[in-house]
């Protein structure tokens, strides 16, 4: 038989071990016979080698399969993983003493291997105690300890960043272009695993809608902006309403709501991209007409024409292919020279057009 005092205990998940059982009773009942079994389960893990157990002095892992057999006494031990849940099979053939086994169960102690890794409840529970004897020598036990996870989640070291996608030119800056804000938090989390937010991101001085991603039980989220056609300005992250929507939205696998404390360190320090989805209109005037004649443009001379965009241009981005020459309706495909633009000032560019194909007309 065996009796013990359980607890659930917040665990302060500083990589340290947790105690699990106290004042422990054990006994064969019978005149002469050992304790030879004892098997227990711990529900709630992660599936990582970072969960772990210390058995008669001797820590292992959780994790499916370990084996061995402890220095202090010998006993030998086994994990079976099903799902989040390890069961653990101690054996003696040569039996513990009652004082042993007691020893052994009030020794029990879990161990997160990680500072603030440990997400959710776990709880431990013996199952069975097995004794030497020749029959009904296995009793089924029923007795819990909680570890109990009440360290609320925050960011992880990796601050939140920004990332964006390329469509055409510059990324993030065009219709159908996306910039993607990634959060990652110190543990595994629930919460803002779909759903808009309409605070976070702003073009100009307008709030935006952005789209939360993510999958739940894991450690980090994503928020993101589609330009839409229209949308125009110089986008910016507001990192107190990123807060305020983390605390509201964020919980951990035990259910503690985020926490933060002080302001999220400015993400867009270095400027997001200025949105531009307004294509530029222009204008096209004739200049001076250079050349032999006096009384009007002949094959022999170059004429200027003067391009003005209704928006900030670059000349990298501006050259003499950007232009065609029309005479009578139709294209000169041949024997006409355009120059490159040169910038005349603010958005107006002068365009030279000369050669001998340009005989008549307009």
């Known amino acids: 038989t065996a009796s013990v005092t359980t607890s659930t205990v917040n665990y302060a998940n500083t990589a340290l071990t947790q105690t699990l059982f106290s004042s422990a009773a054990i006994s064969a009942v019978d005149t002469g016979q050992t304790i030879t079994g004892l098997k227990f389960t711990v529900a709630g893990l992660d599936g990582t080698t970072n969960e ?29 993983v099903t799902g989040s849940t390890a069961t653990v099979t101690l054996t003696r053939i040569v039996g513990l003493s009652a004082a042993e086994a007691k020893t052994l169960v009030e020794g029990l102690a879990y161990r997160y291997a990680t500072s603030n890794g440990m997400t959710g409840d776990h709880v ?70 779909s759903g808009n937010n309409s605070t976070i991101f702003k073009v100009g001085s307008t ?5 939360w991603a993510g ?8 928020l993101t902006y589609t330009i839409p056609a229209g949308a125009n300005g110089t986008a910016t992250i507001d990192e107190a309403a990123l807060k ?23 993400i867009d320090s270095t400027p997001l991209p200025t949105i531009d989805t307004t294509a530029p209109t222009l204008t096209i005037s004739r200049g001076t007409t250079t050349g032999v004649s ?15 965009f209704s928006e900030g241009m670059t000349l990298s981005t501006l050259n003499a292919t950007d232009f065609v020459v029309m005479l009578g309706g139709a294209q000169v495909t041949s024997n006409v020279t355009i120059g490159a633009p040169t910038l005349v000032s603010g958005n107006k560019y002068k365009v030279n057009v000369s050669g001998a194909a340009i005989t008549s007309g307009t």
């Open 215 to 222: 999958t739940a039980g894991t450690s980090t989220r994503t």
């Open 244 to 266: 305020d929507a983390l605390v509201a939205g964020i919980k951990d696998l035990a259910g503690n709501a985020f926490t933060y404390s002080g302001s999220i360190a400015n």
């Open 207 to 211: 709030v935006v809608s952005a789209t």
């Open 52 to 80: 772990r157990i210390t058995v008669d002095g001797t820590e292992f892992s959780l994790t499916n399969a370990t084996s061995g057999t402890t220095t202090a006494n010998s006993v030998g031990y086994r994990v079976d």
């Open 294 to 308: 006096s009384t009007g443009a002949t094959n022999l001379d170059s004429v200027d024409f003067f391009v003005e």
């Open 124 to 193: 431990v529970t013996l199952t069975e105690i097995t004794d030497s004897g020749s029959n009904n020598n296995v009793t089924t036990l029923a007795l819990a300890s909680t570890v109990h996870d009440n360290t609320a989640p925050t960011l992880s070291a990796t601050a939140p960043s920004t990332t964006v996608t390329t469509i055409a030119g510059t990324g993030g800056d065009s219709a159908g272009e996306t910039i993607v804000l990634t959060v990652t938090f110190d543990g595994n989390v629930q919460g803002l695993t």
